[in-house]
């Protein structure tokens, strides 16, 4: 058990049962004390079919009394090192598994040692070290969750409490992943939750005729459902009579096997109810007069304004976005953003401006990759989390997740899934 600096106690510890299949099933559990009650804290930890966790797993506490947790797997005579952190809605896990322990280490135990000055540009930010100890000799070994040459740091200390907590690398399905589901709909944003337990959703709001915010990414109705015309020219019954998943196809137009199923464009009220703990990454796509009126109403009236951020293409929406809600946390625009990178790619100083803290941009400019492990450090020393879109190719993604990039927008979270999940490589 481990009780934090508020003098709130923490506890974890494992259990194991018999499965259905003949072998053990093992989960790990988590409680904190709140309101004289221990209260779970996202549910079962699982050790993946077939493995077992090799001995009780190893808790500590943050600055900030986020709970971070760390186990030895056994698969088959393998053993790796899986380390999550509380996010405040799930456990995110550090990077993938690292390099299989060798057999000859005989480690049993993990033990985490947090850093309390953290990584560099992130002051007051822990950073995580895991120590191996060996059941059967007295030396030890060093075992870090993440490469050398990966950027680690987090945002416990951030003044958004969107962003407290979060560490490198966020799974998020852009449009709740378009190429795998009806885009901006609640059935994508469903199934990457629950199939691919993404960490944030990508979406778009618009305007509709009677003042509804609606989640949509284009201005007209032809490319995603059954209608025609402007969107804004519809009220939101009408615009929910459109079936939104008409033409999505995952085969090149083979098959529609969403048509015809009930798909409906969501509003985005909707939306935050049907997914009370989801962090959402919202742009505003409109240059309306009051757009960010109405968007700041939805937001306080849901309770919601803690778990997005929020933003617009569009510098002029931004700023007026950026104005209405100034205690929440905001991405780029284009012109900020580009006037950002530009400097800070060319080695002169960027522009300060504390209005916006998220870059929630594209990994290539035409041939140039914008992204690597130092334009991450040197955002990460101006108080700066990285998102990058829209990335599917595999290999793009192996390597932001070696790099460390904060986030990967994703129209594939089915893939991205299955990279973050695979077990690396040994050596």
């Known amino acids: 058990m481990k009780v934090s600096a508020a003098d709130v106690p923490v506890l974890a510890w494992k ?10 099933a093992t989960d790990i559990y988590v409680r904190q004390w709140e309101d004289r009650q221990w209260k779970e804290l996202g549910g079962p930890l699982s050790a993946a079919p077939g493995n077992t966790p090799a001995d009780s797993p190893a808790l500590a506490l943050d600055s900030e009394g986020t709970p971070i947790i760390a186990w030895i797997e056994e698969e088959g005579t393998a053993r790796r090192v899986h380390v999550r ?13 690292p390099s299989a322990i060798p057999e000859s280490n005989g480690a049993a135990t993990v033990s985490l040692q947090l850093n309390t000055d ?15 100890h060996e059941s059967s000799s007295t030396a030890s070994t060093a075992s870090q969750p993440h490469a050398a040459s990966r950027y680690t740091g987090g945002m416990a200390s951030s003044p958004f409490p969107f962003l407290r907590g979060l560490r490198p690398t966020l799974h998020i399905a852009h449009r709740g992943g378009a190429a795998v589901a009806p885009e901006n709909t ?48 519809l009220t939101l019954a009408e615009l929910q009579r459109l079936d939104a998943g008409f033409h999505f196809t995952p085969d090149e137009g083979r098959t529609f096997p969403f048509r015809g199923q009930g798909v409906r464009i969501p509003s985005f ?10 962090r959402l990454n919202v742009e505003l796509k409109p240059d309306v007069p009051g757009i960010e009126d109405t968007f700041a109403q939805v937001l306080q009236e849901e309770g919601a304004l803690e778990r997005v951020c ?16 100034p205690s929440a946390c905001h991405f780029y625009p284009r012109d900020a953003l580009a006037a950002f990178v ?60 070696a790099e460390g990039v904060g986030g990967i927008m994703t129209d594939r979270p089915d893939v991205l899934r299955q990279i973050m999940d695979a077990p690396s490589k040994p050596g």
């Open 269 to 278: 009220r909707e939306l935050l109810r049907a997914f009370p703990n989801l």
């Open 186 to 233: 609640l059935a994508a944003f469903r199934q990457a939750v629950e199939r691919y337990r993404t960490d944030m959703v990508e979406l778009d709001l618009h305007l509709t005729r009677d003042g509804e915010l609606v989640v949509a990414h284009d201005v007209t109705l032809e490319r995603c459902t059954d209608g025609t015309g402007p969107l804004a020219a």
């Open 15 to 24: 259990e194991s049962s018999p499965s259905g299949s003949g072998t053990t």
């Open 310 to 325: 929020m933003g617009s293409e569009l510098d002029t929406v931004a700023e007026r976005l950026a104005e209405r809600l």
């Open 118 to 132: 953290g990584p560099p540009g992130w002051p007051g930010t822990p950073a995580l070290a895991g120590t191996l």
């Open 342 to 401: 530009i400097a800070l790619r060319g080695g002169d100083t960027p522009p300060e401006d504390p209005r916006y803290t998220v870059l929630d941009m594209p990994l290539y400019f035409g041939e140039v990759r914008l992204v690597d492990t130092d334009f991450l450090q040197q955002c990460a020393a101006r108080g700066k989390w990285v998102n990058v879109w829209t990335v599917d190719d595999p290999e793009e993604m192996k390597q932001l997740l």
């Open 85 to 97: 952190t509380w996010t405040g809605d799930a456990w995110l896990p550090l990077g993938t598994a």
